[in-house]
């Protein structure tokens, strides 16, 4: 194709794209995996820049690297440099260009062969830019591909520019686990299947993270190894900087007893118990629970507190289980598709006292859904594909339960 009728059939797609979505973060996204796409690229980040700290961060990156806490200072590395210049650079074999010095990719275990980096520039100024890394093919990336780059950060930035914008990075955020070259493998009979395929991945302390992905690509699997429920093949898994790739007895029962709380799909709770013995059942196994009544209140169900189970509607059930995790004052709550056997109304309600959890502060909430609309509530946004990460997102304002629709 020339490029001419390249720039046509990728202006169409991307301006459909952005008229469509109402939310930068995913307009931002969207254009970034449209030139990771039509470029063969291996990845690529958007960074953006902070004004007020002068530093930029990455809000949206593709590839099996987790960058989300790295942040660089204005001028400094290609992409700072790209930033306070408004310039472009191509740099098409990093070995043997001297401008090169490394990016901040190499900490992170990328081996930066050929780049493209153009500013996303606003009226006024630079407001970020777009880094897309190595060819799946291993070719270089040439002139033409620059200039294709800059035509679509072009139409972003205007997007952006209509849209009002600013962006303001969060402190550096604190580690709570920490998954490094994981890797799962399952035998079934002979055969053994290799599921998580090199997992690298931080959770942050107080932070909504969403993992999305299609079925079997491995996010139950990562969930429960994270939770202690099941365990990993090679690689490491670290919570709050201690050693938990092999945990022993003692260690395992004292983290699911006391740190994490599990929801799932599925209620289970006990249906001759009612709400509040359901609750009180797992306070007393704990050192230094939740008064249960509190809890209950917590979820918003103290007037259900003397009804069994089934007296109560999927949603309710559903927060009688968050109940039962939160009595335990946990760290972490992992929910696995804790909404899939709601109808909507019942979910907004499940998904609002989530919310809550996690505006309360103290409480890692990982959840992994099949619903993209309800990735817009999280903080970060995780894409697993077939065993790896394949990107990972910030979203700048997190949607609030009210607001989703689907
Ligand atoms: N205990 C197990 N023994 C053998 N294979 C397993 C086991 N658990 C999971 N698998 C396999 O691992 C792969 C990933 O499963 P996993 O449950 O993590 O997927 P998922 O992303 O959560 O999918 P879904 O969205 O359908 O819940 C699947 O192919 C599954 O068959
Ligand atoms: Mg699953």
Not at 90 to 117: K, N
Not at 185 to 203: E, S
Not at 389 to 405: C, F, Q, T, W, Y
Request: glycine residues 8%; proline residues 3%.
């Amino acid at each position: 194709m020339t490029n001419d009728k390249r720039f046509r059939k990728l202006t169409f797609e991307l301006m459909e794209q952005l008229l469509e979505v109402n939310n930068l973060e995913e307009a931002l996204s969207g254009s970034l995996e449209i030139i990771v796409r039509e470029l063969n690229s291996e990845g690529g980040a958007i960074w953006l820049l902070d004004k007020k700290t002068d530093r930029l961060a990455p809000v949206f990156h593709i590839g099996p690297e987790d960058i989300s806490n790295v942040s660089i200072e204005n001028g400094i590395g290609i992409e700072g440099i790209v930033a306070k210049t408004g310039r472009s650079m191509l740099v098409s074999d990093a070995a043997s260009d001297p401008r090169f010095d490394g990016t901040v990719f190499d900490d992170y275990g990328i081996q930066t062969r050929t780049m493209i980096c153009v500013p996303l520039n606003n009226v006024n100024d630079v407001i970020g830019c777009y880094l897309i890394v190595n060819k799946k093919d291993g070719s270089r990336y040439e002139k033409d591909e620059l200039e294709l780059c800059e035509h679509i950060a072009a139409l972003a930035a205007m997007t952006i520019d209509e849209k009002g914008f600013f962006v303001e990075l969060e402190e550096e955020k604190e580690v709570l686990a920490s998954l490094r070259n994981v890797t799962k493998q399952f035998k079934t009979g002979d055969t053994y299947n290799l599921v998580l395929k090199g997992i690298n991945l931080d959770i942050y302390k107080n932070e909504f993270v969403v993992i999305l992905g299609e079925s079997g690509c491995g996010k139950s699997t990562m969930m429960n190894i994270v939770g202690g429920m099941d365990f990993l093949t090679s690689g490491t898994l670290t919570i709050e900087g201690e050693d938990f790739s092999r945990p022993t007895d003692e260690q395992l029962t004292r983290f699911r007893r006391e740190y994490v709380g599990f929801i799932f799909q599925a209620y289970n709770l006990m249906p001759n118990l009612t709400a509040l013995e359901n609750v009180e059942f797992i306070a007393e196994l704990v050192d230094d629970p939740l008064p249960s009544s509190e809890a209950l209140e917590k979820v918003g169900l103290s007037h259900k507190a003397g009804n069994y189970p089934g007296q109560m509607s999927g949603g309710q059930q559903q927060r009688v289980s968050i109940a039962r995790a939160l009595v335990k004052k946990p760290r972490l709550i992992l929910a696995d598709e804790p909404t899939a056997a709601l109808d909507y109304a019942t979910s907004i309600e499940v998904l609002r006292v989530i919310e809550d959890i996690v505006k309360n502060k103290g409480t890692t909430v990982m959840m992994v859904t099949h619903n993209a609309e309800i990735a817009k509530m999280a903080d970060r946004v995780v894409k697993l594909r077939n065993g790896k990460i394949a990107s990972i997102k910030k979203n700048l304002h997190p949607a609030h339960a009210e607001d989703l629709v689907w």
